[in-house]
């Protein structure tokens, strides 16, 4: 007798009308609510989580990231695998690339003296890149030309290149 009253009230137009309401209204809310973990690539992941730390005022932690060259040697390494060859293990002695008139110059100081590095070569040319003024550029040569031991001339010369080198890549960006 119950059941069939139960039956009767839910058969009510009015009853099924607000059953559908409260539906809607629960569905509606749970899409708005969106997924508990956030799908896609983890990086798309990482993101999302420091949005949210930054919203909840709290700083944020970097995420790890590799370097241009491990990416490159992972790609490497891989396309190597995949045709049966074994990648090395340790890469081998990779030169500097002379890429504008001073870092050719500054290659050919390190050939004809031997005062410096690649890895001091590459650390001049940052430097210069990364220089905020004229008067910065100077000091670093300055530095670099005492460390190689160059006369005036060539100080000159190599200061020269070296504000050539500022300017085209101040202008670059």
Do not use: C, F
């Amino acid at each position: 007798m119950q059941l069939d009253e139960i039956i009767n009230l839910l058969l009510d137009p009015i009853v099924l009308v607000l059953l559908i309401v409260v539906i809607v209204i629960i569905a509606i809310a749970a899409s708005r609510r969106g997924p508990k973990a956030p799908s896609g690539p983890p990086e798309v992941k990482i993101m999302l989580k420091m949005k949210s730390t930054v919203e909840k005022g709290r700083d944020v932690e970097s995420p790890p990231v590799k370097s241009r060259e491990e990416i490159i040697s992972d790609m490497y390494e891989s396309k190597l695998e995949e045709i049966g060859i074994k990648p090395p293990k340790e890469g081998g002695h990779i030169p500097l690339v002379a890429s504008s008139d001073l870092s050719q110059k500054l290659v050919e100081y390190q050939e004809q003296m031997g005062a410096i590095s690649d890895d001091d070569i590459e650390a001049t040319v940052e430097g210069i890149h990364s220089a905020e003024g004229a008067r910065e550029v100077t000091d670093i040569i300055d530095m670099v030309a005492d460390v190689i031991g160059l006369d005036e001339d060539d100080k000159k010369e190599l200061q020269q290149l070296a504000h050539q080198e500022w300017k085209r890549h101040k202008d670059s960006k």
